[in-house]
Structures are given as structure tokens and as C-alpha cells.
């Protein structure tokens, strides 16, 4: 009977952390494990770039600086990067042919900072090409399985970072979420994963899709992990003109998070055995409507009942533009990435094409080549709602929409402290399933596209599992929370963790 | 038929700051390619772009000084079309909400005044440069070459009301302007390395008619007299064109300075929709009364009051105020002349910058800063008309040794080795005269008959005997008693 892998040995992040602190594990050693993991693990198709001999070099250097005294807040953990995420070392694809062969000469900030932090990383993640796609079946190489059941879709876009959770290969990745891209495959793949307030992580090194939702967000086992990487990755960066200074008053920074956290923590446990005596849980009515699978339903319920018997107390609130939110998203996201995706034209870098005639025609035949359906699907929408003619009726529209969502939520927040629903109305579909019908899968996201628009943080914990057939693909709660209030999200979500266990669950074999 | 012409210009100004509108790359001209680009000018994955608040300054103080309105909150746009030379595939610019709105410019054209009213300016970033000769494939085919190095130069781009009438009108604005964003010291006016480009929308309508004709835009004119004559030529076209039962189609056309034409570039109709929307990686542009206030508070006297007060302190007409205050430092030199002059004489020191200085100036294409004769060397010597030791002629004279070096170009010194002192003496000048009109009879003669030029023909001679160096003045008056006598 073989051991579990040596990284995966450890109660969470903090206790990895402190086990390569206390020398009882080196860096080296978890990164050779991790790196076994995941070349064991290639039928998940999560990882489109690994290196060993740049993972051992980053390990032996945070091996270096344990025994020099100089180890930071997460020195030797393994993590790895969703592939939207530049990096000097490895290649960043975005998973599309059109960046196949690119590599930055930059890094993003949040993987500076991780790497500052000390941790070690393993790659670049498989995704929905340009994060665009709720299934990772949009990567210009392959899908992504999901670890619990081979057959299903691990969620998207970033089902590559989900999945390298969720099969234990690292302890966490980042992710992005423009629509749900964190909290969906997060859901669909039994891990936490958490999108912070927007303008609270830098998007500085990120390939952009929607500029104004695009949001970085780890993705973990528990929610007390979630806040190790997170606490390190935000922060005002200079660099990112919509990065946000100060949070009502704090300084955007590391440490802020936790701060937060442990504060709630602190006056959760005041309260002993009914530690959320007086949390006020919003459930919107519309959450709760006729598209949601009665398997998620149910387990969604039974974490409220789980959280009414931690002495919180469920207010039923109204959303009343909820469903709005899917043609607001699908007018502004698309919009936005028409203008970010232009520049992918083949002249400076990336994908060119070999023969042409003129420059408008090595341009489109670039583009044609290197950018896939559901981008170039996107691309065309986006052209559209912006042209002559087209904008007020679209974009404007839209835009208005977008503000209504933001006041239903702030009144919302007027008689609740945060708010909790499911994150997905099913559990996982089939890899294959429903291909023609793109649409589809944008209505699916019904849920956790108003919480993009509006820039509220929110989080996805795993709260149970399909039924019958689906008895294997897991279903997430959402918990979503006011203007910079991640901190104490996390701290609610761990309150759920420490009393139920199936965060602790992991993929058969 | 009666045609009037109607002109608005669209100024493209490259702002002077160190570095790019949204990036730190350096904004140094001359360059060796794509030296000068980095991740956000090329537009790499990732990259975002961030303010430059030296450029937001600048367009503040251009506001202030064309007492337009500078908004509050104005907006980042994006302006999207594919070409090689903009990384992005987007200019960002701003479309609906621009930080300087309205605003004024005057100046003269000949002797008349006019003022222009502004409808606004906005910030944008430039692009890069495409050269299509010299550059092929490794297949031999024909290519182009992008020089990234001026993508994202911050730009101020002005626009005027369509209120201009003529080609005249037109190049007189354009010197204001280009005088004004000197004067500022917001951009260096280079036109020969596109600091300040001009666009001219044309059309002609015929006198009376209130719609306006369609009008074409000509771009590509890189100095005063090209503008000229690029509307020159383009008002003839299209009255010809009329004439002759066309209609002027909406363009773009370029002018060819060694063909003296202009030619059609694209036509409008199949115009980029640009698809413009606000920037999602830009927030709002938010000025504030105190920004304006500091920027406000060190601004230079702006070259309008400065010429409104040099009419009123000096007694100037408007046109020599105008043509002093055109440039900061000639009005600077000015000043300092008028004010080490006794009062009332200020008058004298514009005629010899208007005239002398500005004429040796140009001869030796020298700036005001490089100038020989420094502002106190010139107040001496023209103190020494007002107290009459030499006549204004003479002093041309002494001015031109001063130029040259002479004597330590100390204007004592040099009247003194060159003996050009003004005679003055009354008993002097009186026996010059005896002997002009002793040796000039018939001229006399011909003075008492009525002929003024006689007069002329009389000093001409005294100032001969004289050589040169009689008071003017003193000649005229005592030839006037004698001849009257």
C-alpha cells in the first residue's frame, strides 16, 4: 500500500509552511513530490507547462533561504499558474495557438509576489483558451478532467488550476475570475476558491479579457489556505491603474486580509458555542428559482441549515436583476475583449501566419489561425454591441444594467452581512456534452455573474455532491460579501470548514 | 459665383514630458528604433497602462491659458482600428468627455485682430512610425518597418470651431498657437520632428449660404508656408470641382509639397467605425480645484495679459505688443530694454527689437537666448539717442559693431573710436546749412516755389556734409527758419 504523496501529507498550507520552516521537510523534497504527482496525473491534462529543473532550482533556493535565516510567509509551498498568468520562466499561452510559442520577459505581480513569498512553483495550468469558457474544454490543448469523475468537465476557465487542487498535485493555484472562472471550477471540483474585491489584487501581468471584472484568485483544499495565498497576493500595485489604494479607509496591503480575518475569528470565538450568533445570511429568492438542480439545491440547503446551526440567521433577500446579469455580462465582457484581443495580430509576437498577401490579410489569417471558436465567437459580439449604430442599444444598455445590479446588491447588503446561494445550478456536465449550444453554458452562469459586475468578493466552498448518477462530481456553496470584506468571508467560510469535512474529501483513486 | 471659405484646424501637440502619456519609456527624439518601447508600448500580454500626470499638468495649463473649461471628470477612451504602428490595435484617446473644453485663441492676421473660439482638447497617445522603403523580406518581397519609439508620445490634440476664413487666417492661428505652446513650455514646436502637427478640415460654401459645404481634411503639412498653400490648393479644387458640376467627397487627402497638391488618401465613406468606449484600465480623470490652482499659480504671464499690460505700462500699439509678446524670451530681452529707458520711451525700444534686433536675429539665425547684445548693452545705446549724443541712424551703426564684438561691444566706447557723435551745436549746423543753400541755389529756389521735396533734397545734403552725424532734428528745424526766413 503506497503512502500519499509527501506533499500532501500536511493539514493545510500554514502547517506545510511551517514543516519546511522547522526543516522536518525540505523544498526540494515537496517539489520532487509534487513533480511526481503531476507527471503521474497527465490523463487530467491540468498542466501545459512543467519544467523540473526550474521547479528544483526555485526549491533549492527557498532551501537556501530557510537555512540563511531568511524564509518568508510561504517558503518552499508548492503553488502553480493558471496560464494567463505571465512568466518569465516557462511559456504563457493563455491556451491558444495564438501565444503557443511565447514566453514573457515580465512576471504578473501576483506571481512576483508569490515568488517573493518563497513559494515554489510547478508550472503553468491548463485553461479556457484566453479565459474564456466555463468547462476548460476551449484550450487549444485538450480539456481538463475532472479529478472526481473522469467524464465530467472540471469547470472553467480555470478547470487546469481547480483540478491540480482538487487531485492534490499542488496545494494551491491561482486562477482568475471574470464571470465565476474561480468560484465555478472551485465548485465543480470540491476545493475553495475565492475572487476578492475588484481592484484588491494586482492585474498586472494578467492576460486580459474583461478589464473591468477580471479579478485574480487562488484556489485551495480549505478557506484557511485560501488566505495564505491571498494575504500575500494583494495589495495596491502602482502598476495596475485600477488598483485600489485603500479599502474604506485601510491601506490596500498585505496583511489586511488577515487582519480582517482574525479579527472575525476573534469575535467569533467570543461567542463560543454559537459563534455566528448574529451573522445575518442572505438568500436571494431568485438563487433559488426554477433553474437549479434539486441535487444542488440540497446540498446548498444543507450548509445553510449547517450555518443556522453555528446561531446565523438566513433573511430572505431579493436580487430582482439576477437573470439580467447574463445579457449584461455577455454585452460588456465580450466588448472589452474585442478591444484587449486586437492586439493579437501577429506583428511584434505570437502567432503569424506563413503565407499573405497584405497586411489586412496576414492579420485576419493570423488571428483566424490562432484564436479559437469561443474567442473568435466572442470577438464578433464584442465588435458588434461597440459599433456605430449598435453602442447605445447595447453597450450603454448594459452599462446601465451593470449599475442597477450594483444598487440591488447594496441594498441587499443593507439587511444582510453577506450572502450565500448556490455557485452553479448542476453539478459538472460531461466533457463533450452540448457543444453546439454556446449559449448553454452562459445561462448556467446565472449566479455568479452579478457579483463580477457588481465587484464584490465572493467565495465557492465544497458543501456536498450530486446524486445517482453524479454521486462523484461535488456541488459549492457560494458565500459572497460586501466591498472588501474578504477578510472576514474567509473566516466565515472557515467556521463552516471546522464543523463539516467535505473539504477534507479528495478523489478516489 | 461669391465663395467663402471655411477652415477649422485640428493641432496635434507632443507634450514635453520625460516620459510617455502611459508608460515610463522615454520620449527623447532621434533615437535608434524601437529602443525606446517598452512592455506597455508594445503591447505586450499583460501589460496595463498607468497615467503621466506631467502630461494631464500640461493640457491643465493650456486650459488656463486658453480660458477654456477644464473638466472635472473626464474620460479615457479607447479608439480601435488595426494598423501596425499602434501595438494595441487602440489609440487611447478621449471621445465624449475631454479635459479642456471651449477656450479662445487671438492673434493677429496683417493689422486686424481676431479671436478663435476652441471647441476643445483632449489628451491622447501617439503612434509609432511606418517607413516602407528600405525594408523586404527575406523572400525579396516589399515590407515595412515599425518604429515603435514614439507610440505612446503624449499628445494634446486641439480643435478649433470651423471659423476661419482664409489660408492667411489660418497660418496666423497656427503661429499663435504654436507660439502659445512655447510660451508655456509645454512642447518644444519642432515641426520638423512632429512635435506640432496640423490638420486642415476645408470646404468652401457660397457667400450667404449658412450650411456648410463637405469638407476634406488635409493632413500632412509640416510647416506655416505649407499650410498655406496646402488650403490655397485645396479651396481651388473644390470651388473648380463645383464649378466644373462635381460634389466634394468627405476625405482625407494628403499634400505633396514638391507637386504643391493634394491628393485624396481614403475616403471617409469606408471610415473606421472606431467602436470608441470608455478605457476599463483607466479611472476617470479627476481634477480638482487645487490642482488647477497650483498649476495656475506657476504659470508664466500668459502672452495676452502680457500684452494687454505692454500696451497699457509701455503705451505699445496692439500690433507691436503682439509681435513682442510672440515669443517669451523676446519679451523678456524687451522688457528689460523699456524698463532701463527713461519713461515715455519704450516706443523706441520696440522699433529696434521689432526692427534691428529681429532682422539681425534672423540674418544669423540666432534665438534671443544666443544674442550678442545683451538687454542693458541695448537700453545703453538707445539712451544715448534719447539724450541725443547720436541720431537713430548713427545708432544703427553702433549697433551693428556692438553686434560684431567691436570695442567689447560697449556702445560708448565704439561711438567714441569711430567719432559718431551727434552734432548738436546750433552754430555748428547753422554755417552746414549756410553753405548747402549758399551752394544750392536753384533748389532754394525751387523750395519757395512750393516743391516740399526740395526741402528733403536740401537735408539730404546737410546730412551729407555732415556726415551723417547731425542732429536730425536740430537740421529740419534750423534749415525750415532759415529757408522761412
Known amino acids: ?509 | 459665383m461669391r465663395w467663402e471659405i471655411v477652415i477649422g484646424l485640428e493641432t496635434h501637440v507632443q507634450l514635453s514630458t520625460d516620459s510617455k502619456i502611459f508608460s515610463g519609456s522615454s520620449t527623447r527624439f532621434g533615437a535608434a528604433p524601437n529602443t525606446q518601447a517598452n512592455l506597455v508600448d508594445l503591447a505586450l500580454p499583460g501589460s496595463l497602462p498607468v497615467m503621466n500626470r506631467g502630461a494631464v499638468e500640461r493640457a491643465i495649463r493650456f486650459g488656463l491659458a486658453v480660458n477654456a473649461h477644464i473638466a472635472p471628470r473626464s474620460i479615457f477612451a479607447r479608439k480601435n482600428y488595426f494598423y501596425p504602428d499602434l501595438p494595441k490595435n487602440y489609440q487611447i484617446s478621449q471621445y465624449e468627455i475631454p479635459v479642456v473644453q471651449g477656450g479662445t485663441v487671438s492673434f493677429f492676421v496683417g493689422e486686424e485682430e481676431r479671436t478663435i473660439n476652441l471647441t476643445r482638447a483632449h489628451l491622447e497617445e501617439d503612434a509609432g512610425k511606418s517607413m516602407h522603403d528600405d525594408f523586404s523580406l527575406p523572400n525579396g518581397a516589399s515590407a515595412s518597418g515599425i518604429d515603435l519609439n514614439r507610440a505612446g508620445t503624449p499628445l494634446l490634440e486641439i480643435v478649433t470651431e470651423p471659423e476661419m476664413r482664409s489660408a492667411a487666417e489660418a497660418v496666423a492661428y497656427a503661429r499663435k498657437l504654436h507660439a502659445l505652446v512655447l510660451w508655456l513650455g509645454i512642447c518644444d514646436g519642432n515641426m520638423q520632428e512632429g512635435s506640432f502637427r496640423i490638420d486642415a478640415n476645408v470646404s468652401v460654401r457660397p457667400e450667404g449660404q449658412a450650411e456648410f459645404g463637405t469638407r476634406a481634411e488635409v493632413k500632412n503639412v509640416n510647416s506655416f508656408r505649407f499650410l498655406e498653400r496646402a488650403i490655397q490648393y485645396e479651396v481651388r479644387r473644390q470651388i473648380e470641382l463645383i464649378e466644373d458640376g462635381g460634389t466634394v467627397v468627405q476625405e482625407t487627402r494628403l499634400y505633396d509639397a514638391d507637386r504643391d497638391e493634394t491628393r485624396s488618401m481614403r475616403s471617409k465613406e469606408d471610415a473606421h467605425d472606431y467602436r470608441y468606449f470608455p478605457d476599463p484600465d483607466l479611472p476617470p480623470l479627476i481634477i480638482g480645484e487645487d490642482w488647477i490652482a497650483r498649476v495656475r499659480a506657476e504659470m508664466p504671464e500668459l502672452p495676452d495679459a502680457q500684452r494687454a499690460r505692454f500696451e497699457t505700462e509701455y503705451d505699445l500699439s496692439a500690433y507691436d505688443a503682439a509681435q513682442i509678446t510672440s515669443d517669451a524670451a523676446m519679451s523678456a530681452y524687451f522688457e528689460t530694454v523699456a524698463r532701463a529707458l527713461p519713461a515715455g520711451q519704450a516706443k523706441l525700444a520696440a522699433n529696434w527689437i521689432m526692427g534691428e534686433v529681429t532682422a539681425s536675429l534672423n540674418r544669423d539665425d540666432l534665438t534671443v537666448a544666443a544674442m550678442p547684445v545683451q538687454a542693458p548693452a541695448l537700453a545703453a545705446l538707445i539712451n544715448r539717442i534719447v539724450d541725443g549724443t547720436i541720431s537713430n541712424k548713427i545708432a544703427r551703426e553702433v549697433f551693428g559693431a556692438m553686434w560684431a564684438g567691436e570695442a567689447g561691444g560697449q556702445p560708448d566706447a565704439i561711438i567714441e573710436a569711430r567719432g559718431l557723435k551727434q552734432i548738436s551745436d546750433t552754430g555748428a549746423i547753422g554755417a552746414m546749412i549756410d553753405e548747402v543753400l549758399a551752394a544750392n541755389p536753384a533748389i532754394v529756389a525751387e523750395y519757395r516755389a512750393g516743391k516740399q521735396k526740395a526741402f528733403n533734397s536740401l537735408v539730404g545734403q546737410i546730412m551729407k556734409a555732415a556726415r551723417g552725424k547731425a542732429n536730425p532734428q536740430q537740421v529740419n528745424d534750423l534749415l525750415k527758419a532759415k529757408l522761412d526766413a
Open chain 1, 1 to 509: 500500500m503506497s503512502t500519499a504523496p509527501l506533499h500532501t501529507q500536511f493539514d493545510g498550507i500554514a502547517a506545510l509552511r511551517d514543516a519546511v520552516a522547522a526543516r522536518q521537510v525540505s523544498a526540494v523534497e515537496l517539489a520532487q513530490s509534487a513533480l511526481d504527482a503531476i507527471a503521474g496525473a497527465g490523463d487530467l491534462n491540468a498542466f501545459l507547462h512543467t519544467d523540473a529543473e526550474l521547479t528544483l532550482a526555485q526549491a533549492r533556493a527557498a532551501d537556501a533561504a530557510i537555512a540563511a535565516g531568511t524564509a518568508g510567509p510561504l517558503t518552499g509551498v508548492p503553488i502553480a499558474h493558471k496560464d494567463v498568468f505571465v512568466t518569465r520562466q516557462w511559456r504563457t499561452t493563455a491556451a491558444s495557438k495564438m501565444l503557443a510559442n511565447y514566453t514573457s520577459p515580465f512576471d504578473a505581480t501576483v506571481v512576483e509576489r508569490l515568488a517573493a513569498a518563497g513559494a515554489v512553483s510547478l508550472g503553468k495550468l491548463n485553461c479556457d483558451e484566453f479565459a474564456m469558457g466555463s468547462g476548460n474544454e476551449n484550450s487549444a490543448f485538450g480539456a481538463v478532467r475532472n479529478p472526481w469523475d473522469r467524464l465530467a468537465v472540471p469547470g472553467g476557465s480555470s478547470g487546469g488550476s481547480a483540478a491540480a487542487v482538487a487531485a492534490r498535485l499542488v496545494p494551491a493555484s491561482t486562477g482568475t475570475d471574470t464571470g465565476g472562472s474561480v468560484r465555478q471550477p472551485a465548485a465543480l471540483c470540491g476545493v475553495s476558491g475565492i475572487k476578492p474585491t475588484y481592484g484588491t489584487v494586482s492585474r498586472f501581468g494578467m492576460v486580459a479579457f474583461g478589464s473591468s471584472l477580471d479579478q485574480a484568485g487562488p484556489i485551495a483544499a480549505s478557506s484557511r489556505d485560501l488566505l495564505e495565498i491571498l494575504d500575500v497576493v494583494s495589495g495596491f500595485d502602482e502598476r495596475d491603474a485600477t488598483s485600489i489604494e485603500s479599502c474604506n479607509g485601510v491601506a490596500n496591503a498585505p496583511g489586511r486580509v488577515r487582519t480582517d480575518f482574525n479579527r472575525a475569528q476573534t469575535a467569533f470565538d467570543a461567542k463560543s458555542s454559537r459563534p455566528l450568533e448574529g451573522l445575518r445570511i442572505g438568500v436571494p429568492k431568485e438563487y433559488f428559482g426554477a433553474g437549479l438542480t434539486p441535487e444542488v439545491a440540497a446540498a446548498v440547503e444543507a450548509a445553510l441549515a449547517v450555518y443556522e446551526s453555528l446561531g446565523a440567521v438566513r433573511v430572505a433577500i431579493s436580487l430582482p436583476r439576477t437573470e439580467l446579469a447574463i445579457p449584461a455580462y455577455y454585452v460588456i465582457a465580450p466588448a472589452e475583449a474585442s478591444s484587449n484581443l486586437s492586439r493579437y495580430d501577429g506583428v511584434r509576437y505570437g502567432h503569424r501566419t506563413a503565407t499573405y498577401t497584405d497586411l489586412a490579410d496576414m492579420t485576419s489569417r493570423s488571428r483566424a489561425e490562432g484564436l479559437g471558436p469561443e474567442v473568435q465567437r466572442r470577438m464578433l459580439i464584442g465588435a458588434y454591441v461597440l459599433s456605430h449604430g449598435y453602442y447605445d442599444a447595447y453597450y450603454l444598455q448594459a452599462q446601465r444594467l451593470r449599475r442597477m445590479i450594483v444598487d440591488d446588491f447594496r441594498s441587499a447588503f443593507e439587511q444582510c452581512d453577506v450572502i450565500m446561494g448556490p455557485v452553479t445550478p448542476g453539478v459538472a456536465k460531461n466533457i463533450g456534452e452540448n457543444r453546439d449550444d454556446p449559449t448553454a453554458d452562459w445561462l448556467a452562469d446565472v449566479y455568479t455573474l452579478g457579483v463580477s459586475l457588481a465587484g464584490l468578493p465572493a467565495m465557492s466552498v465544497p458543501c456536498g455532491f450530486g446524486v445517482a448518477a453524479h454521486a462523484k462530481r461535488p456541488v459549492g456553496l457560494q458565500i459572497i460579501g460586501n466591498y472588501f470584506d474578504e477578510g472576514r468571508l474567509l473566516a466565515v467560510a472557515d467556521r463552516y470548514q471546522q464543523v463539516t469535512d467535505w473539504h477534507r474529501q479528495r478523489p478516489g483513486a
